[in-house]
């Protein structure tokens, strides 16, 4: 058993809420876009999250806050720091997701079992992650304040940073309460909208170049 809190201490850390993606492993490999809940989207924020071009960002991790059926809510966590057999396809990802998702899990907030090397399975939603996350926090939205000159100013003395971002559905406004309650504030990374993956790809860009 592994402390919620231990998955969250990597340098750069990005939570993408995932509204109705499988929760119980019960779908098919071959179709991501439908059984498994637009899956394909989450596979493709992990993508951006984790894979340079020859490798991994060893200091970044990813984690799915999981809400759809049929057994929600559970957040799926892939560290940089310690994950094998990732492959950029997105098949080869959505079987190391399904083996991790069809593990039993209890009921209880906070249990927490490793799937596979690098890959966590936790019981609990996003209330449960905010109670856990540590350093800073922003809100990934459309028309907020401009991300690259906030990160720049609070980049470089920051320990680990984490990064809010919706699916391809709004957050609810609930959501953005929540988060808002915790973090530092909401910010944009562009005037236009863009996908949550493309986001996360900005924001590496953003912070390796404050880091450089
Ligand atoms: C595809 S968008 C959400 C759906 C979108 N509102 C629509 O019109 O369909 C996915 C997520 O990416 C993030 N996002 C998209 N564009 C952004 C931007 N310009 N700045 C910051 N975050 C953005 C937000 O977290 C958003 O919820």
């Known amino acids: 058993m592994t402390e919620t809190s231990d998955l969250f201490t990597l340098k750069r850390n990005f939570f993408v809420l995932a509204h109705r993606v499988n929760t119980d492993g019960n779908f098919n490999l071959n179709d991501l876009c439908g059984s498994a809940g637009r899956l394909?989207?989450?596979?493709?924020?992990?993508?951006?999250?984790?894979?340079?071009?020859?490798?991994?960002?060893?200091?970044?991790?990813?984690?799915?806050?999981?809400?759809?059926?049929?057994?929600?809510?559970?957040?799926?966590?892939?560290?940089?720091?310690?994950?094998?057999?990732?492959?950029?396809d997105e098949r080869s990802t959505a079987?190391?997701?399904k083996k991790a998702l069809e593990i039993a899990l209890p009921a209880s907030n906070g249990s927490c079992i490793r799937s596979t090397p690098g890959i966590y399975v936790t019981r609990g939603g996003l209330d449960h992650v905010l109670d856990n996350v540590k350093g800073r926090s922003f809100l990934l939205l459309e028309n907020a304040d401009k991300g690259r000159k906030i990160l720049e100013t609070i980049a470089m003395d920051v320990g680990n940073i984490n990064f809010f971002l919706?699916?391809?559905?709004?957050?609810?406004?609930?959501?953005?309460?929540?988060?808002?309650?915790?973090?530092?504030?909401?910010?944009?990374?562009?005037?236009?909208?863009?996908?949550?993956?493309?986001?996360?790809?900005?924001?590496?860009?953003?912070?390796?170049?404050?880091?450089?």
Do not use: Q, W
């Open 95 to 97: 079987s190391l997701i």
């Open 40 to 88: 394909d989207g989450i596979i493709r924020s992990i993508n951006s999250s984790l894979f340079l071009s020859h490798g991994i960002r060893r200091d970044s991790a990813v984690h799915a806050i999981m809400m759809g059926p049929s057994d929600p809510p559970k957040v799926l966590s892939i560290l940089g720091s310690s994950v094998r057999y990732l492959n950029p």
């Open 166 to 212: 919706s699916d391809d559905r709004d957050f609810e406004e609930e959501e953005i309460e929540t988060i808002m309650l915790t973090s530092d504030g909401a910010i944009s990374v562009s005037p236009k909208v863009l996908h949550t993956d493309h986001c996360i790809t900005v924001i590496h860009s953003i912070l390796d170049d404050i880091e450089n």
